[in-house]
């Protein structure tokens, strides 16, 4: 039989642009803009029937004064619409097969030292451990992980705001740029399967065990509120399927889901300087030109919920390896020189960023590099480039040499089961890396 994805779309974009201002007290212009989105979809797999629709309108608003012809003030505001895709919303399921911990059993072994086995009075809880009686980390249950659509699946949003302002100085020689950006995402949508699931739980369970339990429950109070959390409907989440009533774990339920929200706070600048070899006092002459660039973001906050309900983390300095989400230090650099001579070029970059540090530094947990910290880390990068015209009237080839990572610098360790972490400045443990081209136009 056929079977068929609609998906129907309408968007509109209107901008007005309105100089307010023109005089010796400067320049004034506001921007006003608006978008709209409406989108419905329908398929006849997946979550057959299921119309999903989305509409949204969304502004923005900008204003832009120039007191000066070298001096610009900015802000603006504005808000985001993002629609969740086909497969999100009416997509086919899959599934694998994983094995997890329980994330109850997890915290009160790896926090609190609470071991739920036969040895302790326990032996109906559920809990299964690879060393009975002892406080060994569980090996986890096997269970099967499905991931599919979700059809309620709300849009994510977004406002922000920023103001800014830039200088252009010696004649334009020299730019420099200034912002401070606030941005909201609200409803995020991101794939949360079991291994994002499981530190959602345990955090959400944790914070209900110490309202129930204090701040050093007793084993017969965190066996009590284990199974009131379970058998509670609202509690434990119910993308969770259990064997029995506090079984362990066999199915869960994955896919799509709105998170509550991300919030970014953070300075942007870039600088600009050109120059020529004249000025220089040792080499002068007309010897080419330069180009000096420093750009880079100070990350002042990066909060964010890891799942629904759950509280907010600050992620600006750290690693976040537990949340899926990517390392943010406070500061990141880009610099680079460029010199330009005629048919040669030439440049130098350096990245930086500074260290970043696990979010959560306590508790014995194995693996977790609960007391670790990534260095702060500069890579540097050569680039060298020949528009060599071997005949007249013909494009020139273009020969190009790079070196990446040129003092071979290797990624920082961790000290735990992953290794290296390679987000967070890309680099190979391959080391110096040196590329050579040749790129010929007819």
């Known amino acids: 039989p056929r079977t068929d994805t609609q998906e129907r779309g309408l968007d509109a974009f209107a901008e007005v642009i309105l100089p307010l201002m023109r005089s010796r007290f400067g320049y004034l212009e506001m921007q006003i803009a608006g978008r709209h989105t409406d989108v419905e979809y329908q398929a006849d797999i997946g979550n057959t029937g299921v119309r999903p629709h989305f509409s949204k309108f969304v502004p923005k608003y900008a204003v832009l004064y120039q007191p000066t012809d070298w001096m610009s003030l900015r802000g603006s505001y504005s808000e985001g ?6 497969g999100q ?8 097969d994983r094995t997890a911990q329980d994330p109850t059993c997890y915290v009160l072994e790896n926090t609190y030292g609470i071991v739920l086995d036969a040895a302790n009075g326990y032996a109906n809880s559920g809990c299964s451990y690879d060393v009975a009686g002892s406080s060994v980390s569980t090996s986890g249950e096997e269970l099967v992980d499905v991931i599919g659509s979700n059809p309620n699946l709300g849009p994510q949003t977004s406002k922000a705001k920023s103001v800014g302002v830039s200088f252009r100085l010696l004649d334009g020689d020299l730019s420099i740029d200034l912002d401070y950006v606030d941005i909201d995402f609200l409803g995020e949508i991101r794939d949360i399967l079991i291994r994002d699931r499981i530190p959602i739980e345990q955090e959400r369970f944790n914070l209900g065990l110490l309202d129930a339990c204090g701040g050093t429950p007793s084993a017969s ?12 409907p609202g509690l434990e989440t119910n993308a969770f399927v259990r064997d029995g009533t506090l079984g362990p774990i066999r199915l869960h339920m994955g896919g799509p889901d709105n998170t509550t929200g991300r919030f970014v706070k953070a300075f942007d600048f870039r600088t600009s300087y050109r120059f020529s070899a004249s000025q220089l006092p040792v080499i002068g002459g007309s010897w080419g030109s330069f180009r000096a660039t420093l750009n880079g973001t100070y990350n ?13 983390r600050e992620g600006a300095g750290h690693r976040n390896d537990c949340c899926g989400r990517q390392p943010i230090p406070r500061l990141r650099l880009n610099g680079a020189l460029r010199y330009m001579y005629g048919d040669h070029t030439a440049r130098v970059s350096v990245i930086w960023h500074s260290a970043v540090k696990d979010l959560d530094a306590t508790g014995a947990i194995p693996f977790s590099n609960k007391y670790g910290e990534i260095e702060s880390q500069a890579l540097v990068n050569l680039y060298y480039q020949y528009n060599w015209k071997i005949l007249p009237k013909m494009p020139g080839t273009l020969i190009s040499v790079n070196v990446a990572n040129v003092f071979n610098d290797q990624p920082r360790p961790l000290t735990d089961s992953s290794g290296i972490d390679p987000i967070l400045m890309g680099t190979s443990p391959l080391g110096r890396m040196v590329t050579f081209r040749v790129q010929q136009s007819f």
């Open 221 to 232: 109070c965190a066996a009590s509120f284990r199974e009131t959390w379970i058998t509670t």
């Open 81 to 86: 619409f993002v629609t969740p895709t086909q």
């Open 300 to 312: 002042d906050s990066f909060q964010y919920h890891i799942g629904p309900d759950t509280p907010l």
């Open 89 to 96: 919303v009416v997509g086919t399921q899959r599934q694998a």
